[in-house]
């Protein structure tokens, strides 16, 4: 009877599961995991950068820190700056092993999803699709820590009311929660090329919040939703 129960639980749980709620999870776990090993490759490069500008070589310089970059982002550099071959070698290694456990994690919540009815829909089907790329690819959410981007923000219905329906939380690693009285969500957000502008995706439903201040409209497929920084809070 206890196996039995276990076997509901975990069969419930895969039904009521996401591609969105996945991909938010891997995001903010990967994220975490990836932070010691990102810290460190910043420390070893540092160090090689200022040889470089000490030498003359600025050019040199600039392209490590770009390449330095891209490996935090998951980018491929395709000719490491020769100062850097072994370290970013020595990189890639750990950072592998450091997203495993989260990548493990969220490729069997996929499995799951796909044996239940859920993964038997085309829309979901793609969306499985796009999240098992994203974590193969070992590519999750850049933290904006230099957005300026407020952390929570009060939901409203149209622009003037000061009713408050819910609150809205950016986390660091692309997580977006959404906490109103009776319902609490998850999904995901991310920088796009356009200034102060985010796309997100809650449950399969995209939206586009573009950013004014202390204030926010957010495109949903309900329709225009406004947002307001909490007054106090912090900032990514």
Not at 43 to 58: E, F, H, Y
Not at 190 to 196: A, G, I, N, S
């Given at each position: ?18 591609p ?30 200022a ?83 994203e974590?193969?690819a ?59 502008t ?21 495109k ?17």
């Amino acid at each position: 009877m206890k196996l039995l129960f276990v076997a509901l639980i975990f069969v419930s749980s895969a039904f009521a599961d996401t591609p969105a709620q996945i991909a938010a999870d891997y995001h903010s776990k990967a994220a975490a995991a990836l932070q010691k090993v990102n810290d460190t490759l910043e420390k070893a490069t540092v160090p090689l950068i200022a040889d470089l500008v000490k030498s003359g070589d600025t050019d040199g310089a600039d392209l490590l820190r770009t390449q330095m970059k891209s490996k935090v982002g998951g980018d491929p550099v395709l000719k490491p700056q020769a100062r850097a071959k072994d370290l970013f070698k020595n990189y890639d290694a750990a950072r592998v092993k450091a997203l495993e456990p989260a990548k493990k994690a969220a490729i069997a919540r996929i499995d799951a999803m796909l044996a239940s009815s859920e993964g038997k829909k085309l829309d979901v089907l793609t969306a499985l699709n796009k999240v098992r790329a994203e974590i193969e690819a070992g590519k999750p959410a850049m933290d904006p820590t230099s957005t300026g981007l407020a952390r929570q923000w009060t939901y409203h219905m149209n622009a003037t009311t000061d009713r408050v329906s819910g609150m809205i939380i950016f986390e660091k690693g692309g997580v977006l929660k959404l906490d109103f009285p009776n319902n609490q969500d998850s999904g995901t957000w991310k920088k796009t090329q356009e200034p102060d502008t985010y796309e997100t995706n809650v449950r399969g439903e995209k939206g586009l919040l573009k950013v004014t201040g202390q204030t926010a409209e957010w495109k949903r497929e309900v329709g225009i939703r406004y947002l307001r920084a909490k007054e106090g809070g912090s900032e990514l």
